[in-house]
C-alpha cells in the first residue's frame, strides 16, 4: 500500500499545488468571481479521472483470462513510460511551474471577452475567462488524474483494496499539505520534496518495468513463443510462500511494491530493470542537480 500512496501523494499535490496557485494569483488580481470556474473545472476532471479508472477496471474484468496477462503487462509499461516522463518533466522544468501559470492566467485575462445574449430582464453575460479557467483547471488536474490512473492500474489489477485504500491516503495527505501551506502558511521545501519523491518513483518504475516484463513473457510462454535463456529464471529463493519475507507476505509486499523485490525472475525481468535504474536514475539525479545549480 506504501507504493500506491506514494503515487496517490506525489499526483495528488501537483494537483492541488497549481490549483492552488491558480486561486492565490486570481485573489491576488482581486478576481475571486472565477476562483468558482477554477473548482468546477477541477470536480468535472476528478469525476472523469474516476470513470476513466473504472471503465479499465470492467474492462480487464471482461476480457478472457489468456488476454488478463498481456494487459497487466502492457498496463504496467505505459505507467513506467508515463511515471518516467513526469518524473524527468518535474525535475527539469517544475522550478518554473508557479511562472508558467501565472503567465497563463495573464493571457486569459488579457483577452477576456465579454458576450451579452438576450435583451432586458432576460440579458445573459458569458466572459470568456470564465469557460478558460474552468478548462484550464480541468486540463491541469485531468493531466495528474489520467497520471495517477495509469500509475495505478497494475496495481489495482493485482489487489484492489490495498490500491483503493493507498490511493484514498495518499490524496488526503495531498490535499491536507496543501490546505496547510496555502491557508495556515506551513513552509515546505518543494524542491527536496519533489526531489526524494522523484527518487523514490523512479525506484518504484524500476520495479515496474520489470513486473511489466514479467507479465509480457507469462504472455509469450502462453502464445507458444520461446525467448530461450532470457525467459529463464536468473536466480530462485528459497522462500515459502507462507513466509512474510515472500513478495506476497507482509514485508515482502512492500519491498515488491516500491523496489520491485520478487523471490524468483527471469534474466529478461533483471536485465529490463536494471538497465532502466542505470539510465533512468542518473538522468533523474542530474536534471535536479542542474535545476539547482541554475537557481
Known sequence: MIGQTLIALREGFEAALITSIIIAYLTRLNRKDLTKQVWIGAYLSLAL???????????????????????????????????????????????????EIEHKINQIMHKEVVATFGSGSSTYLI?????????????????????????????LLSSVFETLAGAAAGIGVA???????????MKLNLRRFFYYTSILLTLLAAGLAGYGTHELLEYSKSVGL???WLSKNAYALNIPDDSILHHKGAIGSIFAVMFGYTIKAEWLRVFVHLIYLAVTLPLILYAYSNKRSSN
Open 175 to 185: 490535499f491536507l499539505l496543501s490546505y496547510l501551506i496555502f491557508k495556515v502558511g
Open 226 to 228: 520461446d525467448l530461450g
Open 49 to 99: 479521472s474516476v470513470l476513466l479508472g473504472a471503465a479499465i477496471w470492467f474492462t480487464y474484468g471482461a476480457i478472457p483470462k489468456s488476454t488478463q496477462v498481456l494487459f497487466e503487462g502492457v498496463a504496467a509499461w505505459i505507467a513506467v513510460i508515463v511515471l518516467t516522463s513526469m518524473i524527468y518533466w518535474m525535475a527539469s522544468k517544475g522550478r518554473r511551474l508557479k511562472e
Open 127 to 155: 466572459r470568456t475567462s470564465t469557460l478558460a479557467f474552468a478548462a484550464l483547471s480541468f486540463v491541469v488536474v485531468f493531466r495528474e488524474g489520467l497520471e495517477t490512473v495509469l500509475f495505478l492500474t497494475p496495481f
